[in-house]
């Protein structure tokens, strides 16, 4: 008797939050791999003032129940980071409900011909989506001095993936940071807690909407 009571307010619970459209997030916790290189990775950033800790710590300030994996890998280009997907999959404890796949600016800053990135990323979302994975693709954009015609073909695969694998697209990762001084490291490139936290904040609606 007691079982059947229990499974019974189960699902009358289950089918209130369906009917009310209510956000998975808030009935059990999800998992989100930040999936990219150095930007994404913390780069010499301490403890818990990257991206994944500073995103983790917003979604949770808005009710979400999520727990963001830094999957990052500082140097990774498009190509390393397809190569050690199958390895960082594995080691979680649970399949990712969304990725943010944030790789391209390595390959560009090595001059890699962006067809190659275009294909790595390419093949990075489809293996996500085959896993069960939601993919939200983070996007970047070239530096000047790359040239036009380099510049138009690398900033033009994100939205032609996005589009293609019916996927969101948050459209640079950068955006409100990259050459503002006060929001980088030394280097010029990197971005310190301030800057993350602007990124953060840039990105949150469509993680969250993402999510959904």
Known sequence: MYGDAARFVQAVIAAFLLF???SPSFAETRTIVAYGDS???????KPGEG???QLEKALKAKGHSVRVVSGAVSGDTTAAGKA???WVLGGLKAKPDLVILGLGANDMLRGLPPVQARA??????????????KVLVAGM??????????????NGMYPA?????????????????V??????????MHPNPKGISVIVQGILPSVEAALR
Do not use: C, T, W
């Not at 790595?120 to 994975?133: E, P, T, V």
């Not at 050459?179 to 010029?188: E, M, P, R, T, Y």
């Open 20 to 22: 009310v459209g209510a």
């Open 141 to 154: 954009l070239a530096a000047p001095n790359m040239g036009k015609a380099y510049a138009a073909e690398f």
């Open 84 to 86: 050690r997907m199958a």
């Open 161 to 177: 993936l996005a589009k293609k694998h019916a996927v969101p697209l948050y459209p640079f990762f950068m955006k409100g940071v």
């Open 120 to 133: 790595n990323l390419d093949a990075m979302i489809a293996d996500f989506k085959k896993r069960g994975s």
């Open 179 to 188: 050459a503002n001084k006060a929001l980088l490291l030394g280097d010029g």
């Open 51 to 53: 991206f994944a800790p």
């Open 39 to 45: 930007l994404m990775a913390g780069y010499q950033l």
